[in-house]
C-alpha cells in the first residue's frame, strides 16, 4: 500500500521555504514562474477542470460540472498523466520499502 499526505496551498512562500527533497510539488498554476521548478517539481495543470466544466459550474449546474469533469479525468492522456504523477510521487522504485510522500498541491486561487 502506498502512503501519503497532500497539502494545498495557495502561498508561493511554503514552496520557496520548504525542505523539497522531502515534499513532492504538483504545480496547478498556468502562470507559475519556471525559475522556482526543481526537479521535485511537476507541472499538474492538466488536472484543472476544462473550460465546459469550469462555464457549467458558474452557471450553478453542479451535476453538468461533475459530468464533464469526471468525463475529462477518464480520457486516457489524463489517466496517464495521473499514473505519471503517482510513479514521480512515490518514486515506485523505492515505494516498496513503505515509504511515506508528502505531497504539496500549489494553485494560485
Known sequence: MLKGN???TDNINVIKNSN???IKVIVMD???DDNYMTKDMIMG???LPPIEAKI????????KYDYIYSCYLLKPEVERY???IIEFSFNL???LNSFSVKILLYAKL
Open 20 to 22: 523539497l527533497s522531502l
Open 6 to 8: 497532500i497539502y494545498i
Open 56 to 63: 457549467a459550474e458558474v452557471d450553478g449546474d453542479e451535476q
Open 93 to 95: 522504485k523505492f515505494s
Open 82 to 84: 495521473i499514473s505519471a
Open 45 to 47: 495543470t492538466i488536472l
Open 30 to 32: 498556468e502562470d507559475f
